[in-house]
């Protein structure tokens, strides 16, 4: 996942646009934190990697800005964020091209 900061999606398209990979289609998707956190643990569990053409992946999600401290003694719940966002990338190259190869391991890299 990458953290909510200024230029983190951009940080994590550009390693598509410095080998020149064209991007078909961007999505975000909220999910419920919840949610978010039974798919992490269930992705761990299943040994947190994914194949392609017998290559190892992570796949990344954006986390929501971190909620602000609450005063002593108020709730807090309203404060915490109830979602992260997902994003999908639909992109033109084969899978075995080693620029593709080279511009998920880059990604990889910069994610947590």
Same mark, same amino acid.
């Given at each position: 996942?990458?953290?909510?900061?200024?230029?983190?999606l951009f940080? @994590?398209?550009?390693?598509?646009?410095?080998?020149?990979?064209?991007?078909?289609?961007?999505?975000?998707?909220?999910?419920?934190?919840?949610?978010?956190?039974?798919l992490e643990?269930?992705?761990?569990?299943? +040994? +947190?990697?994914?194949?392609?053409? +017998?290559?190892?992946?992570?796949?990344? +999600?954006?986390?929501?800005?971190?909620?602000?401290?609450? =005063?002593?003694?108020?709730?807090?719940?309203?404060?915490?964020?109830?979602?992260?966002?997902?994003?999908?990338?639909?992109?033109? =190259?084969? @899978?075995?091209?080693?620029?593709? @190869?080279n511009a998920?391991?880059?990604?990889?890299?910069?994610?947590?």
């Open positions: 996942s990458l953290h909510n900061v200024a230029g983190a940080k @994590a398209l550009s390693v598509f646009a410095l080998r020149d990979i064209d991007l078909t289609k961007i999505e975000s998707r909220p999910c419920k934190l919840d949610v978010m956190d039974r643990r269930l992705f761990w569990g299943m +040994g +947190g990697n994914m194949l392609i053409k +017998g290559k190892e992946f992570r796949p990344i +999600g954006v986390e929501t800005p971190s909620a602000q401290k609450s =005063a002593p003694g108020q709730d807090d719940s309203e404060n915490r964020p109830q979602y992260r966002y997902l994003f999908y990338v639909d992109f033109l =190259a084969p @899978a075995d091209d080693p620029n593709t @190869a998920l391991k880059h990604l990889q890299e910069i994610t947590t």
